[in-house]
């Protein structure tokens, strides 16, 4: 039996040369979805090139974390940021905010509803929703999300997961399970499994191929594995302490061997409407 296999490039709109890798990933590599960064320093360049690129389907990769500023003043949400209108740099602020009750799902809904809005101002369809740094297991924004997807009609939401053992992979599968149920409940489709939580930033062609191989062994219908390209020597990411291997995963994503493993585990390279036949997305 044939498998969906969506293989997705977040951040589309982070840089220019973020831009230009997920282009070569797609026209010329594996890359069938990428997920859009409405508060990108790059989100105009980004939105040009996908006007160009029609047979790439792209997503919202909302954010309330990050380097980037948010679309709303500091007034309009104040929960969402420090004393200088910034969001916090990592997810792990947003959890210790959320757990003593700090965050405000209204000052969420109204931050993110703007960046979902500037995504569907590009005018290409918008066929699922995704958060930077998988903010959306936190319960409260993936009620959010949930409701924003919804209201503008977009049918499939990622849903993270994690297969590490320790601590770290049972509060992710614990927040999976949660998030899972709310898009449920909200009629919303997800992939039936997913990679590249654990992976993120050290996917080359290697770690590519026992993904895959892990995946295959699970035997779900669908999967979703993400990614995080860039040219190499993208010197507008040095801004980033992340230690993410940008220019690895994107000659893993270009490489014709990837296609080749991908075609013999009996996959077929598909998008996120392929889960839902009958609805293409929103605009």
Do not use: K
Request: glycine residues 10%; negative net charge; contains cysteine.
């Amino acid at each position: 039996m044939t498998r969906l296999l969506i293989v997705t490039a977040d951040d589309l709109g982070l840089t220019v040369g973020v831009n230009e890798a997920v282009r070569r990933a797609h026209v010329d590599g594996v890359v069938t979805a990428t997920s859009l960064l409405a508060v990108g320093r790059a989100f105009d360049d980004a939105a040009a090139m996908l006007r160009d690129l029609p047979t790439l389907e792209v997503g919202a990769h909302l954010a309330i974390v990050g380097e980037d500023p948010p679309l709303l003043s500091a007034r309009e949400i104040p929960t969402l940021v420090d004393s200088g209108g910034s969001f916090p740099l990592s997810y792990r602020t947003v959890v210790a905010r959320g757990l003593a009750g700090l965050i405000d799902p209204d000052d969420v809904r109204r931050e993110l509803g703007a960046q979902l809005e500037r995504v569907r101002g590009v005018g290409v369809p918008v066929t699922h929703l995704d958060t930077h740094q998988h903010t959306h297991l936190w319960p409260a924004v993936a009620c959010v999300v949930a409701d924003l997807a919804v209201t503008a009609g977009v049918p499939a939401v990622r849903l993270p997961r994690s297969h590490r053992h320790g601590p770290l992979g049972l509060g992710v599968s614990l927040l999976s399970a949660g998030t899972g149920r709310t898009l449920r409940r909200a009629g919303r489709v997800s992939p039936d499994d997913y990679a590249g939580l654990d992976e993120a930033g050290a996917l080359d062609a290697a770690r590519f191929g026992r993904t895959l191989d892990a995946v295959r062994r699970r035997a779900a219908p669908s999967v979703e594995i993400n990614a995080h390209p860039s040219v190499p020597g993208d010197p507008d990411l040095d801004r980033f302490a992340w230690s993410y291997r940008w220019a690895d995963e994107l000659a893993m994503l270009t490489d014709p061997a990837v296609r080749r493993r991908i075609e013999s585990a009996g996959y077929r390279l598909g998008g996120f409407a392929d889960l839902v036949p009958t609805s293409g997305g929103t605009t």
